[in-house]
């Protein structure tokens, strides 16, 4: 019943910038976290970027200043602007749902996820 859809992602030069969507079904997203995620291959799967059912923010230190969360909820649609991207930054990233309000952070949590999108940067 609950889909989560991402777009948005591609392949940019290094200091570009990317809008990633998350459209949402079946499911009132507003009254729970959002989470960004994303995986590279050969690491492990990290937190991005989440969102509160509050509106507070949380992200990761690696993207500080230049990634920034934010919720439609008339649309159902989560979103993550990246700016001035780097060659790090190149991975499949995954939107999320976290039911538990207030453990944000807790990647357990998340119950329904995204089949991801595509992010890669060049320098």
């Known amino acids: 019943q609950v889909q989560l859809v991402e777009s948005g992602g591609g392949s940019v030069q290094a200091g570009g910038s990317l809008r990633l969507s998350c459209a949402v079904s079946?499911?009132?997203?507003?009254?729970?976290?959002m989470g960004w995620f994303r995986q590279a291959p050969g690491k492990e799967r990290e937190g991005v970027a989440s969102i509160d059912s509050d509106g507070s923010t949380s992200y990761a230190d690696s993207v500080k200043g230049r990634f920034t969360i934010s919720q439609d909820n008339a649309k159902n649609t989560l979103y993550l602007q990246m700016n001035s991207l780097k060659p790090e930054d190149t991975a499949m990233y995954y939107c999320?749902?976290?039911?538990?309000?207030?453990?944000?952070?807790?990647?357990?949590?998340?119950?329904?996820w995204g089949q991801g999108t595509q992010v890669t940067v060049s320098s």
């Open positions: 079946g499911y009132t997203y507003s009254r729970y976290c």
């Open positions: 999320a749902t976290n039911p538990r309000r207030g453990l944000c952070s807790r990647p357990d949590l998340y119950n329904y």
